[in-house]
């Protein structure tokens, strides 16, 4: 056990309970605001971006994913596959739950299987190739797939896979993830204040030993983007998630701040409803897609710090094909192609949700198939409903976003391009038999030379097909003060807060 954390962890936690809500920033706290909400601390019920930051904080997971995206490793020591690829045997370290009791194989085995099996199990899909979990022993884990997986051993560091104590679990049912859940992960809860913040103490009992490098952290929920901005620019945040683009060149140029624009694995692109007019048509969505300047909608809706998207797939993953040159702007290829289609000048609905920037992209939408004669209205919902109405393909057209949990692109396609992986190609209802074919094929190829030819394919079949209308691959655009150092959120949306240091008072 480390002692000296221990202590510190005691100090912190007494000095948060007598001070007041504007005095619990002490000088080893880290501060960040984000504009995306913590709703639940139980990893396996959901998959929205504030919990996703959230999970990565209290729940170790077996594998780790180093600054250079090579997998290292967690609470596994050591892994192995079989030659077959249909098993991994992994051997779990000496570690600790946050409450002292010992982390073991059993508890592995649960935490796996209750995000695969649990009926509310928001993103169970990293797990479904996974045929059985079973303990070797209190230190071993052996894991059999239905199939040789080559991304398998990656998804154990996806976001709701870290691991949670099966005896909690049991004995407090949903009460162990409500306010003060025993976690695996660097950090403890000490109090959680919802649609505020979420109050993090050190673990005392966590595995790497000597870290977190701080004493805690308060994930701030600020969902103004100005505000955001300005609390950073006043020095009462160590990090702002989410500068908005017109304010990135200011921060850039202010003394204290850096802006790095990270990598990641976001796209942003427009959902087409393949199951009803206009988008049933082939054609129609070619035309969509050739009426859409993409490089000027990129500049208009990042002042150029996105770069353009090509194909369906994020810029940033695995065997993305940087070489296929899109559809491209064509607005006389638009025209007619327009012209030869089932088209009949009803307005298409663009489904929004009641946000600035997605109404900015909607209207530049709008305007750019104004020119090639597809109408489009733009209506606008708060988030409940959009998440009510795309998933039941209650729409046109929908501007959106997603990101890849980790750079193996099979999530990504199961997500977004295949019909039969659960989410019907991200609820657009895009169904290609070759595509779904090709999915299962690149998962089980073990040889990267020809699964990077096998994704290619998949990429221009959906590209040409207009599964989605890609439009740009964004940075993270977060600012961080020279209060502190080794903070950054990795392409998989997790910040590094256990690396991360206090320097200056």
């Keep these: 056990m480390n002692l000296k954390r221990l202590g510190r962890a005691v100090g912190l936690l007494a000095a948060l309970t007598l001070a007041s809500p504007a005095a619990t920033h002490a000088e080893d706290i880290v501060r960040i605001a984000s504009a995306y909400r913590t709703t639940t601390l139980d990893p396996a019920l959901s998959a929205a971006a504030g919990n996703i930051e959230t999970y990565g904080q209290l729940y170790g997971r077996l594998i780790r994913r180093a600054a250079d995206g090579s997998l290292e490793p967690g609470l596994a020591e050591s892994w192995a596959v079989s030659d077959d690829g249909k098993t991994v045997t992994l051997k779990i370290r000496d570690a600790k739950f946050s409450d002292g009791s010992p982390i073991t194989a059993d508890d592995v085995v649960f935490s796996l299987l209750r995000v695969r099996d649990l009926k509310e199990s928001a993103y169970s899909a990293p797990l479904q190739q996974l045929a059985e979990a079973k303990a070797g022993d209190a230190q071993t884990v052996i894991l059999t797939l239905k199939s040789a997986f080559a991304p398998f051993v990656g998804n154990l560091e996806v976001f709701n896979t870290g691991i949670v104590s099966k005896k909690d679990v049991e004995t407090r049912g949903e009460a162990a993830f409500t306010t003060t859940p025993v976690t695996s992960g660097p950090y403890v809860v000490k109090e959680w204040r919802p649609n505020d913040r979420l109050i993090l103490a050190a673990n005392p009992h966590y595995w790497r030993e000597g870290y977190p490098k701080n004493d805690g952290a308060e994930l701030i929920e600020v ?17 702002a998630r989410g500068v908005p683009w ?10 204290g ?13 427009t959902l087409l409803n393949h199951s009803r ?18 490089v000027a909608v990129t500049k208009a809706m990042t002042f150029g710090y996105a770069a353009t998207a090509n194909t369906t797939l994020p810029g940033a993953v695995d065997f993305h094909d940087k070489d296929n040159p899109g559809l491209g702007y064509d607005v006389e290829d638009a025209k007619k192609l327009l012209k030869e289609s089932s088209y009949d000048g009803k307005p298409a609905t663009i489904l929004i949700t009641d946000s600035a920037e997605s109404e900015r992209l909607a209207v530049l939408l709008q305007a750019q ?23 039941g393909a209650d729409y046109d057209a929908a501007p959106t976003w997603w990101y890849n949990e980790t750079p193996d692109p099979d999530l990504a396609v199961r997500w977004a391009l295949c019909g039969t992986c659960g989410s019907e190609s991200y609820y657009t209802k895009y169904n290609n038999a070759k595509v779904d074919e090709l999915t299962e094929t690149a998962a089980r190829e073990l040889d990267p030379v020809k699964r990077g030819a096998l994704y290619k394919e998949i990429q221009t079949i959906s590209t040409e097909e207009v599964a989605q209308i890609p439009l740009y691959y964004p940075p993270y655009a977060n600012a ?21 240091e206090v320097v200056q008072p």
């Design 223 to 239: 969902v103004d983007d100005n505000t955001r901005v300005t609390m950073m620019i006043a020095g009462e945040l160590d990090a």
């Design 246 to 255: 017109s304010q990135v060149a200011d921060l850039k140029g202010r003394d």
């Design 257 to 269: 701040i850096s802006m790095p624009l990270e990598p990641s694995t976001v796209i942003f692109m």
């Design 277 to 294: 007019a206009p988008f049933n048509d082939l054609k129609v969505r070619q035309a969509a897609a050739h009426a859409i300047d993409t």
């Design 369 to 391: 198939w104004a020119v090639i004669g597809l109408n489009a209205k733009i209506e606008k919902v708060d988030g409940g409903v959009w998440w009510e109405r795309v998933p």
């Design 480 to 500: 961080y003060g020279n209060r502190i150092k080794g903070l950054m959120m990795t392409p998989s949306l997790q910040w590094t807060l256990e690396e991360t």
